[in-house]
Structures are given as structure tokens and as C-alpha cells.
């Protein structure tokens, strides 16, 4: 697996490319801004890419638009000071495979790297708490009588016209494996597609994504 690490702080990030180096990854290149992680990335093709979020000329969250605009299947995790929810959902919005702290440990960051590697998702329980409690005010609110937050829209969250089929079959009960043979996609693209449509709607998993999509209106609700 080759890194990317991107961060604008020089001494922190000749540190941690040292860091993981003593655990065995290899990286491969070092960017100190936004711009030139999009120029490196075109060179490296790296498999992975660390980013810092608060860069002065091109921020992380615009940097990790323009990489999975080019390059979709590559994996983008944050490594930010920031705890703001706003960072924390944009960043998964527009594909981030994981959102870290920099508060985070060695031992912890080697294991989610290597998570990550496995198609695990790249969160420290702390932040996985986060995006929970989010859900639950979506959902619920945080007590009686708050303010609702607005539904997530559908446009809003730019699924693309092949999401929204493969959400529409997968609520109505379609297997993984036929939804692709209806539209000449394998099983894996269609998962790769609802893990995305899953980040894109800040929803947990398969269920929730068919609960939202019978609550839209985008399916019928099923006979049982």
C-alpha cells in the first residue's frame, strides 16, 4: 500500500512519514498543500492518501473533491485537528474512506491504516460515537420539541442517475448480485455504489438507506 501524506505543517509530517515508515508502510510522497497533493497524486497514484483539513490555499475538503473527482477508487482518509461536525460530514459526503484525529496514537493510527487496507472503516470509536449521535438527532431530534433538522436531499447529496437506480432496486428487495445483472454491473461495483450512497446520505447501513428511500417516496413501501 503506498501513502500520500498531505499537511502543511512540515515538521509534523517529516514526523509522522518517519512514524509509519517504523511500521512497516511505505510512503511514497509528501504534499504541503492542497495543489500540490493534486500534482504529486497525478505522478505517485498512490493507494491511499492522509490529508490535513485547515490548508491556506486549497483546503483539504476541496483537495479530496478534486482527487475522487479524478481518481474515484482511491481511498482518502482525513488526519485533522478539526472536531467540527461540518468538516466531519463534508469530508464522508464527498468520499472520504475515514475521518482521524490527530490526537490519535501510533498503535491506533497503524491499525486503522492497515483496517483501511481491508476496506474497513477508518474512524476511532470517538468519532464513530459522533457521526451515531448526529443520526439519532436526524432521526429524532435531541428532546422534545426541538427543532427537527431538515431532511438530507436527495439532490442535495448528488447521487448520480445510476445511485438512484441501484437505490431503488436494492429497497425493493433486489440482491446485490441481480441489481447488477440488471444494469451489466458485478456485485462488487454495486457495493462499492451503496457504500457510497450510504456516505452520501450520512446514513449506518443497508437498512436505514431502504427505510429513507420508502420515507422519500423514492419506493413504495413493501406488502409483507
Given at each position: 500500500?503506498?501513502?500520500?501524506?498531505?499537511?502543511?505543517?512540515?515538521?509534523?509530517?517529516?514526523?509522522?512519514?518517519?512514524?509509519?515508515?517504523?511500521?512497516?508502510?511505505?510512503?511514497?510522497?509528501?504534499?504541503?498543500?492542497?495543489?500540490?497533493?493534486?500534482?504529486?497524486?497525478?505522478?505517485?497514484?498512490?493507494?491511499?492518501?492522509?490529508?490535513?483539513?485547515?490548508?491556506?490555499?486549497?483546503?483539504?475538503?476541496?483537495?479530496?473533491?478534486?482527487?475522487?473527482?479524478?481518481?474515484?477508487?482511491?481511498?482518502?482518509?482525513?488526519?485533522?485537528?478539526?472536531?467540527?461536525?461540518?468538516?466531519?460530514?463534508?469530508?464522508?459526503?464527498?468520499?472520504?474512506?475515514?475521518?482521524?484525529?490527530?490526537?490519535?496514537?501510533?498503535?491506533?493510527?497503524?491499525?486503522?491504516?492497515?483496517?483501511?487496507?481491508?476496506?474497513?472503516?477508518?474512524?476511532?470509536?470517538?468519532?464513530?460515537?459522533?457521526?451515531?449521535?448526529?443520526?439519532?438527532?436526524?432521526?429524532?431530534?435531541?428532546?422534545?420539541?426541538?427543532?427537527?433538522?431538515?431532511?438530507?436531499?436527495?439532490?442535495?447529496?448528488?447521487?448520480?442517475?445510476?445511485?438512484?437506480?441501484?437505490?431503488e432496486m436494492v429497497a425493493k428487495g433486489?440482491?446485490?448480485?441481480?441489481?447488477?445483472?440488471?444494469?451489466?454491473?458485478?456485485?462488487?461495483?454495486?457495493?462499492?455504489?451503496?457504500?457510497?450512497?450510504?456516505?452520501?446520505?450520512?446514513?449506518?447501513?443497508?437498512?436505514?438507506?431502504?427505510?429513507?428511500?420508502?420515507?422519500?417516496?423514492?419506493?413504495?413501501?413493501?406488502?409483507?
Amino acid at each position: 500500500m503506498k501513502l500520500m501524506l498531505v499537511d502543511d505543517h512540515p515538521l509534523f509530517i517529516e514526523g509522522l512519514s518517519y512514524l509509519l515508515e517504523t511500521y512497516g508502510f511505505e510512503v511514497s510522497g509528501i504534499a504541503n498543500s492542497g495543489k500540490e497533493a493534486l500534482e504529486k497524486a497525478r505522478i505517485l497514484k498512490p493507494d491511499v492518501v492522509l490529508m490535513d483539513i485547515k490548508m491556506p490555499d486549497l483546503n483539504g475538503i476541496d483537495t479530496l473533491k478534486l482527487l475522487k473527482a479524478e481518481w474515484p477508487e482511491m481511498k482518502i482518509a482525513m488526519l485533522t485537528s478539526s472536531e467540527e461536525d461540518e468538516d466531519l460530514f463534508d469530508a464522508i459526503k464527498y468520499g472520504a474512506s475515514g475521518y482521524l484525529l490527530k490526537s490519535t496514537g501510533a498503535k491506533e493510527l497503524a491499525e486503522l491504516l492497515h483496517g483501511l487496507e481491508n476496506g474497513e472503516a477508518f474512524l476511532t470509536p470517538a468519532v464513530a460515537e459522533r457521526i451515531l449521535q448526529n443520526l439519532k438527532r436526524l432521526n429524532t431530534g435531541e428532546k422534545e420539541g426541538a427543532r427537527q433538522p431538515a431532511e438530507p436531499d436527495i439532490e442535495e447529496s448528488h447521487l448520480t442517475e445510476r445511485q438512484l437506480e441501484i437505490l431503488e432496486m436494492v429497497a425493493k428487495g433486489v440482491t446485490y448480485k441481480d441489481t447488477g445483472t440488471a444494469f451489466g454491473l458485478t456485485e462488487r461495483t454495486v457495493k462499492y455504489h451503496m457504500g457510497r450512497i450510504i456516505e452520501l446520505l450520512h446514513l449506518e447501513n443497508r437498512s436505514q438507506v431502504i427505510a429513507y428511500a420508502v420515507k422519500m417516496g423514492i419506493v413504495q413501501k413493501p406488502h409483507i
